[in-house]
């Protein structure tokens, strides 16, 4: 037996410990709480899935939304590309000087 790769000596182990620390009175009542903390993962888990499977099944039925040509073609107009000053500075920078290294004085 292998349970999120812990063998069954090691599970023995730890209930042991356990069942020291804890003490027998109060063991039904944590196995109890473990119990439904447990169970709400399994039903939150269980909604998840149920609510993706159902999303992707509406969205595989609809058909697909196209974009008309002249609507691309009008966006592509209203936001123009950025322009750059000759040489690859900014606007507003100041120009780059040619000339190589500056020189030591």
């Not at 063998?7 to 009542?29: A, D, H, N, R, S």
């Not at 209203?78 to 780059?96: D, E, R, V």
Request: no cysteine; glycine share 12%.
């Amino acid at each position: 037996m292998d349970f999120f790769g812990i063998g069954g000596w090691e599970i023995l182990l730890i209930l042991i410990v356990v069942l020291i620390v804890v003490g027998p009175g109060k063991l039904p009542e944590i196995a109890r709480t473990i119990g439904k903390t447990m169970r709400a993962i399994r039903k939150a888990s269980s909604d998840i899935t149920t609510t993706v499977t159902r999303e992707l099944e509406a969205t595989q039925n609809e058909p697909p939304s196209h974009i008309p040509k002249k609507e691309i073609e009008a966006l592509a107009v209203k936001s123009p590309a950025p322009t750059t000053q000759p040489g690859g500075g900014q606007p507003g920078s100041p120009p780059i000087e040619s000339g190589g290294a500056p020189r030591a004085q």
